[in-house]
């Protein structure tokens, strides 16, 4: 009922379409339903829109890998300018680091130069402090260590330097004496912030402040050693001269010893002349005290060879220089000498070195010895039982000359005892006297 009334519907019925397939003599018929055309048309709509929904993926897809292409070339050239800041502020470290390892190179190169010099003037200073021990002046002075030479190892960085230094200060090595000489400089171990430049600035301030204070204190007892031979040649030459004799100044250039080897008696120097190093006025000091300590050894020469010395240190003297009535005429008379009570053969000794210019009978002195001091200072021993040298022979302080007696114009055992200046007496006792006050400074 229903299909007849679509037929007058639509006027006609629906025909199936047939599709025919022939292959030679075969031939094949396929009717074409409505169903299977609605599935064709879907098949075919599906892979439009999968061809459509394609081709706008690669369109798409290109403008991703674009995109993408694109942030990796932007992160690549980031990364490299990261890297270009990096080596930059590697090599700023680098250069920094070379810097500060150059300072302190320099600045060790400057301490071991000044442990140089300290070392050497030890060795200048021992000489002369010897001799000034020997002259008997006060030394109470202690020399610093020698500072072991120092192998600075050069590295990369400045720690080799800070180590150096640290090793001049003698930080490091036994550790019980490592805080000791820490606290004596000031020390202080590096903090959590500090670098190594800054660190061996430190402690080269410290170290630097230490070898100055050494090297003042060598220039104070310098001075002090000098000031102490000018005084003593000083206090020497005011007792000598209350005794009438007059020592000779000698100019500086005039106390260098002399050499044998010339003739003239000059000393032979010579040699291009070349600016002298600047050594802070340290070589002027040691010359300076180079200088007295010759002068005092040329005056306690000049001393030596005077007659301050006792003829017969067991006697007592019983009669001074001056006038006084002759024993043997019983007026008054000029005793031109000092009698010590002495036995018969009691030794006589020289009072100082000189040459024997009597030996023998001497009218009223008797039996007699004269001895030749030189500059015009002569001593002479009287009233001897026996005389022990000859004329022409050098005696030194202290030789025994003689033995005392009772010969010539005398009235009992004794010695006479007299010290003549350019020919005229003068009292002996002025030189005991000064004898016994020049004992101190004759050592």
């Not at 000091?285 to 180079?290: H, P």
Request: charged share 25%.
């Amino acid at each position: 009922m229903s299909e007849r009334s679509a037929n007058r519907t639509f006027g006609k019925r629906a025909q199936n379409h047939v599709l025919i397939l022939a292959s030679g003599d075969r031939v094949r018929h396929m009717t074409v339903r409505p169903w299977m055309a609605v599935l064709s048309a879907c098949t075919v709509g599906v892979f439009g829109i999968g061809y459509l929904a394609a081709t706008s993926y690669l369109v798409l897809r290109d403008d991703l890998i674009g995109g993408t292409i694109a942030r990796q070339a932007r992160m690549q050239h980031e990364y490299e300018d990261r890297i270009t800041a990096l080596r930059a502020q590697v090599d700023r470290v680098t250069s920094r680091q070379l810097l500060d390892q150059q300072v302190v190179e320099d600045k060790v190169e400057k301490l071991l130069q000044q442990q140089q010099a300290l070392s050497s003037r030890n060795g200048k200073l021992g000489a002369l402090i010897e001799r000034a021990e020997n002259s008997g002046l006060s030394t109470d002075f202690t020399q610093p260590a020698p500072i072991e030479p120092l192998a600075y190892e050069k590295r990369a960085d400045a720690t080799g330097g800070v180590k150096a230094i640290e090793k001049l200060m003698g930080l490091s090595g036994a550790p019980s004496a490592a805080p000791a000489r820490a606290a004596a400089l000031g020390y202080a171990r590096p903090t959590s912030g500090e670098s190594t430049s800054d660190r061996a600035d430190r402690l080269f301030s410290k170290v630097t402040l230490s070898l100055k204070d050494v090297e003042r204190d060598q220039m104070e007892r310098l001075e002090q050693l000098t000031d102490g031979a000018a005084k003593t040649s000083e206090a020497i030459r005011k007792i000598v001269v209350r005794t009438g004799v007059a020592l000779p100044q000698d100019d500086v250039a005039d106390l260098a010893p002399v050499d044998e080897a010339t003739d003239s008696g000059e000393t032979a120097i010579g040699g291009p002349f070349v600016e002298p190093v600047d050594d802070g006025g340290f070589g002027q000091s040691l010359a300076a005290l180079d200088s007295a300590l010759v002068e005092l050894e040329r005056t306690r020469a000049q001393v030596r060879e005077l007659p301050f010395g006792n003829p017969s240190p067991a006697s007592d003297i019983t009669s001074d220089f001056g006038n006084r009535l002759d024993p043997f005429l019983g007026r008054l008379a000029l005793h031109a000498g000092i009698d010590f009570r002495a036995t018969v053969g009691t030794r006589i000794r020289a009072t100082a070195p000189g040459t024997v210019v009597t030996a023998g009978l001497t009218g009223g002195y008797g039996n007699m010895v004269e001895v030749d001091h030189g500059n015009g200072v002569s001593s002479r021993y009287a009233h001897l039982s026996t005389v022990l040298v000859n004329v022409g022979d050098r005696v030194q302080a202290g030789d025994i000359v003689a033995k005392s007696g009772n010969t010539g114009r005398s009235t009992g055992p004794h010695l006479h005892y007299e010290v003549r200046l350019n020919g005229q007496a003068v009292d002996p006792m002025r030189f005991l006297n000064a004898g016994a006050k020049l004992a101190s400074y004759m050592k």
